[in-house]
Nanobody
């Protein structure tokens, strides 16, 4: 019914850049808002960024100014460009979607399988 598939993770040195993407399938209403969460080993999953179908975006303070979220509505795909990466950015990055920002931020939407991003010091 609804499927989210992430790609683009990998290993990068501190200060470098990396892009991840997520393609969604299913009803358009299920991905009106799309975004990214991340989870480091032994830590809580945290919100990273989100974007509405109309292009309004929101970022966690920890990534603001370094990460850029964008989307292609025709492809139903969301992207996250990560610049000036820090070791503390190391985590599994999960794509999420939902009909509204409240659902997304409450982790009640749909989820991808995650992609590993590792930043070496």
């Amino acid at each position: 019914q609804v499927q989210l598939v992430e790609s683009g993770g990998g290993l990068v040195q501190a200060g470098g850049s990396l892009s991840v993407s997520c393609a969604a399938s299913g009803p358009t209403s299920s991905s009106y808002f799309m975004g990214w969460f991340r989870q480091a080993p032994g830590k809580e999953r945290e919100f990273v960024a989100a974007i509405s179908r109309s292009g309004n975006s929101d970022y966690a303070d920890s990534v603001k100014g370094r990460f850029t979220i964008s989307r292609d509505n025709g492809k139903n795909t969301v992207y996250l460009q990560m610049n000036s990466l820090k070791p503390e950015d190391t985590a599994v990055y999960y794509c999420s979607s939902g009909p509204n920002i409240g659902t997304l931020r409450a982790s009640l939407g749909y989820w991808g399988q995650g992609t590993q991003v590792t930043v070496s010091s």
